[in-house]
């Protein structure tokens, strides 16, 4: 049984406010701290912020905080519903309590910290791991799967200072072996790329992103793939760590066309869909990158559907399907992609997202379990991944608390699998099809 429930506004990565819920049951208290996006897609669950210029500059969030402890709490606690076998009925109350369309009454993210901690004391409850809990949600088959680490490493876009329109670069090991040695490929790539840097451009160039990646001065998709494939070459791992790119485009994307110069307002540089589509297709044939996430804004269906006939990498979709089942299966009558990026807090509960993970599934796409720019040292990624088995996911580059706090869990979750026996695979080439097997 639920005893309690309460809330308290606490700090993300970016250092603005977000909620942390605290549920105790007979077991313990149990703590979720739900993350937020910089680069969001307008179909989002409703991330409720107070609004109010004096406190954090308008992104405060009392009216969620109040909501958790005012509404929700009372109202689950009466419910009788219990975490170790109630998962999905808790996160269907929670979105009949809201009654709004997009979780706009009580906030997705209210309602998302209590469905997060819900998993935990059900897991608990159920004397289970959190990543078996949530296999068992998911109703996914074993043997378990670690994922590989997509680490974001250079930052441009709206994560970043620097004019490279492009928002993420990520590294992915999927040579390794272990999910273990994939961490410590991606932290010595990571290494390298600093060393690289700074030979090119000097120290100050160094800077990192939101997610930890570096920024330096680079406004070209190509120079950024360069300075990776110099510092993979420097690490020894030519042929085992590949490239994936998150352009993120919806940001730069107006009136039907895209500007690659939208941040230097003296440097346009607008490209029509078919010539952007020819700076992808240049950039797959010259560079090993097997992973391509919104190359296209979510407003424009027609060049995600084309592209799809001729891009022979997987392609995720993130602003376009804002883990919805609604908009997964849009995008699958349109054949518009092949991939769906996983993040719990487009959606605003557990269930929800499973479901639309499940779903994509069921069209033979695959997933890929995200992180937030405006992250916190919640770890529940991490077992999330496991749990669907979903072979991929990002968190990151290897740097900061909030990004390294997700890998760590993942070798936590490896080393206690194969402390006790049990069957445990890392994905690595066959990242895209790791629920399968």
Same mark, same amino acid.
């Given at each position: 049984?639920?005893?309690?429930?309460?809330?308290?506004?606490?700090?993300?990565?970016?250092?603005?406010?977000?909620?942390?819920?605290?549920?105790?049951?007979?077991?313990?208290?149990?703590?979720?701290?739900?993350?937020?996006?910089?680069?969001?897609?307008?179909?989002?669950?409703?991330?409720?912020?107070?609004?109010?210029?004096?406190?954090?500059?308008?992104?405060?969030?009392?009216?969620?905080?109040?909501?958790?402890?005012?509404?929700?709490?009372?109202?689950?606690?009466?419910?009788?519903?219990?975490?170790?076998?109630?998962?999905?009925?808790?996160?269907?109350?929670?979105?009949?309590?809201?009654?709004?369309?997009?979780?706009?009454?009580?906030?997705?993210?209210?309602?998302?910290?209590?469905?997060?901690?819900?998993?935990?004391?059900?897991?608990?409850?159920?004397? =289970?791991?959190?990543?078996?809990?949530?296999?068992?949600?998911?109703?996914?088959?074993?043997?378990?799967? %670690?994922?590989?680490?997509?680490?974001?490493?250079?930052?441009?876009?709206?994560?970043?200072?620097?004019?490279?329109?492009?928002?993420?670069?990520?590294?992915?090991?999927?040579?390794?072996?272990?999910?273990?040695?994939?961490?410590?490929?991606?932290?010595?790539?990571?290494?390298?790329?600093?060393?690289?840097?700074?030979?090119?451009?000097?120290?100050?160039?160094?800077? =990192?992103?939101?997610?930890?990646? @570096?920024?330096?001065?680079?406004?070209?998709?190509?120079?950024?793939?360069?300075?990776?494939?110099?510092?993979?070459?420097?690490?020894?791992?030519?042929?085992?760590?590949? @490239?994936? %790119?998150?352009?993120?485009?919806?940001?730069?994307?107006?009136?039907?066309?895209?500007?690659?110069?939208?941040?230097?307002?003296?440097?346009?540089?607008?490209?029509?869909?078919?010539?952007? %589509?020819?700076?992808?297709?240049?950039?797959?044939?010259?560079?090993?990158?097997?992973?391509?996430?919104?190359?296209?804004?979510?407003?424009?269906?027609?060049?995600?559907?084309? @592209?799809?006939?001729?891009?022979?990498?997987?392609?995720?979709?993130?602003?376009?399907?804002?883990?919805?089942?609604?908009?997964?299966?849009?995008?699958?009558?349109?054949?518009?992609?092949?991939?769906?990026?996983?993040?719990?807090?487009? =959606?605003?509960?557990?269930?929800?997202?499973?479901?639309?993970?499940?779903?994509?599934?069921?069209?033979?796409?695959?997933? @890929?379990?995200?992180?937030?720019?405006?992250?916190?040292?919640?770890?529940?990624?991490?077992?999330?991944?496991?749990?669907?088995?979903?072979?991929?996911?990002?968190?990151?580059?290897?740097?900061?608390?909030?990004?390294?706090?997700?890998?760590?869990?993942?070798?936590?979750?490896?080393?206690?699998?194969?402390?006790?026996?049990?069957?445990?695979?890392?994905?690595?080439?066959?990242?895209?099809?790791?629920?399968?097997?």
């Amino acid at each position: 049984m639920i005893k309690s429930i309460r809330a308290a506004q606490r700090l993300d990565s970016r250092g603005n406010p977000t909620v942390q819920v605290d549920l105790t049951t007979d077991k313990g208290t149990f703590r979720a701290i739900v993350p937020s996006g910089a680069s969001t897609g307008t179909n989002e669950a409703v991330e409720l912020r107070d609004k109010d210029p004096a406190v954090y500059g308008g992104r405060g969030v009392r009216t969620a905080v109040s909501n958790v402890e005012t509404v929700i709490a009372p109202a689950l606690i009466a419910s009788g519903l219990k975490v170790d076998t109630d998962q999905k009925q808790i996160d269907d109350f929670l979105v009949r309590l809201d009654g709004s369309k997009g979780k706009g009454r009580l906030g997705a993210n209210a309602i998302l910290g209590v469905s997060m901690a819900c998993a935990r004391a059900g897991a608990a409850h159920s004397g =289970i791991p959190l990543y078996e809990f949530l296999r068992r949600e998911s109703q996914a088959k074993e043997p378990y799967i %670690m994922p590989v680490p997509f680490f974001n490493v250079l930052n441009g876009g709206v994560h970043s200072g620097n004019t490279m329109a492009f928002q993420e670069m990520m590294i992915a090991p999927v040579g390794a072996s272990s999910l273990t040695e994939a961490v410590q490929m991606g932290s010595e790539v990571y290494q390298h790329l600093k060393k690289v840097i700074v030979s090119k451009f000097g120290a100050s160039a160094t800077g =990192i992103g939101d997610e930890g990646g @570096f920024a330096p001065p680079i406004s070209q998709p190509h120079e950024a793939l360069d300075l990776l494939v110099q510092a993979v070459a420097e690490a020894g791992y030519i042929g085992k760590v590949k @490239f994936a %790119m998150d352009p993120a485009s919806s940001e730069f994307y107006r009136d039907g066309v895209y500007d690659l110069g939208f941040k230097d307002k003296n440097r346009p540089n607008v490209h029509t869909p078919k010539q952007l %589509m020819e700076v992808y297709h240049s950039l797959l044939e010259k560079y090993p990158i097997i992973l391509l996430e919104d190359p296209f804004a979510e407003t424009d269906w027609a060049s995600w559907t084309e @592209f799809q006939t001729s891009c022979p990498v997987e392609l995720v979709g993130d602003d376009l399907l804002v883990t919805n089942t609604e908009y997964v299966q849009k995008a699958e009558d349109k054949k518009a992609c092949n991939g769906l990026l996983l993040k719990i807090n487009q =959606i605003g509960t557990v269930s929800e997202a499973i479901q639309a993970a499940n779903l994509a599934y069921s069209f033979d796409w695959s997933v @890929f379990v995200s992180h937030r720019s405006g992250e916190t040292t919640d770890d529940f990624i991490a077992d999330l991944v496991v749990g669907l088995r979903t072979g991929h996911l990002k968190a990151g580059a290897p740097c900061r608390g909030e990004r390294v706090a997700k890998y760590n869990r993942l070798m936590d979750i490896e080393a206690d699998l194969l402390a006790r026996g049990v069957g445990c695979a890392y994905a690595g080439e066959g990242f895209r099809r790791a629920h399968q097997v």
